[in-house]
């Protein structure tokens, strides 16, 4: 056997032979309390030789630590930048954040188009690649089902929850539930998400559920996984007559309903193969269109962000149909209340993560930052966010634009049904 060698080991580990030596025994710790103990380096004909033994230590210190003068191996400190993914190479010398999104939520996140290899794209997406213009940090945005993320029967979704990624874009910062298992970055998006409620048209595109009404008795529907959670609804108040709702009953989808609603509202829905739609959005309309419930919890854009459009729904992942063909006219659907923000703290975020993960402070300084730039404005207008955006000096004035009807308290429309945003009605 050839003598043993000196070698410098850089985390993560990159070895090189510098000079002659006898076989070390040391002991080396690093931040997480982990160490190394029992290191041998050796060279056999030219091949180098690592005997490890694993054994852990705590000795209170956030750097790695060897002492020796000569004949020494190395250990260069380190510590992680950003909170460590099984299976995902950390950053070495800048944080390296994970970001995940689905694709049926336009212009927030969905599928580029062909010329992008239909790649993930949206506003959130958009952010999250250009914080490296402002911060030292690399974001990578992947794929992922909402339901990873958040769930409406478990709380946090089982792909953040074990680790798949840091954190889920464009989630609304809630009030209720959710802060209960999860933390949020701060808004890339001004107060921008009201919430609503829509209810069925009759034949003369007047309401089943007037905009004065109570809703004592009435059951109404949430949109599984989405924003704003069903207790939400105790949060906002009725504009029409400035009163809290009381004595309502929440109801979840009924599959049952919904495959004989398919038929007949919405022929082009999106289901999996054992025929269960696979859009809450869509799911919790039909339930109104059949009768299944009288109201429906929803964001007061959705509808708006649901009409048929061949650059984000190239996919199909939603029924733009159902969503326009119905919408305000006759035996179909409308708007009752719009222009609730009560249910949120704040508009929309970049990332939902776990709490304790530290991800706020790696991403709120940046997002603060990126929020003052030109390539926000960009980013806004590009993605046709601009009234929702924060302002900042490259937005041009709006002179006094007024607000679209979805975010205006219902008291102050004028507009009919038809429009698919009701006035107070009596």
Request: charged share 20%; aromatic share 10%.
């Amino acid at each position: 056997m050839a003598q043993g060698k000196k070698f410098e080991v850089a985390h993560p580990p990159a070895i090189k032979d510098s000079g002659a030596s006898q076989d070390k025994e040391k002991t080396l710790s690093n931040g997480y309390g982990m160490g190394l103990t029992r290191m041998m380096l050796a060279g056999c004909g030219g091949v180098i030789v690592l005997l490890l033994i694993v054994s852990f230590v705590n000795n209170g210190r956030n750097r790695s630590m060897l002492r020796s003068i000569d004949n020494e191996l190395i250990v260069s400190p380190w510590q992680p930048h950003e909170p460590p993914l099984p299976g995902i190479l950390p950053g070495v010398n800048r944080p390296h954040i994970i970001l995940a999104q689905d694709v049926d939520y336009p212009p927030y996140a969905y599928l580029g188009s062909a010329t992008e290899e239909f790649a993930v794209d949206g506003f959130g997406h958009d952010v999250a690649v250009s914080l490296n213009t402002v911060c030292d940090i690399d974001v990578t945005v992947v794929q992922t089902k909402w339901g990873n993320c958040w769930n409406a029967a478990e709380g946090i979704g089982q792909g953040l929850l074990n680790g798949h990624f840091h954190g889920c874009m464009t989630y609304t910062h809630t009030v209720g539930v959710r802060n209960r298992f999860v933390d949020f970055s701060e808004p890339i998006l001004d107060l921008n998400k009201p919430a609503g409620l829509i209810v069925k048209l009759d034949g003369n595109s007047t309401p089943l559920v007037l905009g004065n009404d109570d809703l004592s008795g009435k059951r109404v529907v949430d949109v599984k996984g989405w924003a704003p959670t069903e207790d939400g609804m105790y949060f906002v108040t009725n504009s029409c007559t400035g009163k809290k709702f009381k004595d309502f009953t929440i109801v979840a989808t009924n599959s049952t309903l919904l495959k004989s609603a398919v038929a007949t509202y919405a022929s082009t829905t999106p289901v999996d193969a054992s025929g269960e739609l696979t859009n809450p959005n869509d799911a919790s309309l039909l339930m109104v269109l059949s009768g299944g419930a009288d109201a429906m919890f929803v964001y007061a854009d959705q509808a708006k962000n649901y009409q048929c459009d061949p650059e984000v729904d190239a996919d199909g992942t939603f029924d733009c149909k159902l969503w326009t063909d119905y919408f305000g006219k006759p035996n179909g659907f409308a708007y009752i209340h719009t222009g609730w923000f009560e249910y949120a703290y704040g508009g929309t975020t970049l990332s939902l993560h776990k709490k304790g993960s530290g991800l706020s402070s790696i991403l709120n300084p940046c997002i603060e930052k990126f929020r003052k730039t030109k390539k926000y404005y960009e980013v806004c207008k590009e993605n046709k966010l601009e009234d929702s955006c924060y302002k900042n000096e490259y937005f041009p004035s709006d002179g006094g634009k007024a607000k679209p009807a979805y975010e205006t308290p219902t008291k102050d429309l004028t507009s009919e049904c038809s429009s698919g945003y009701c006035k107070c009605m009596v």
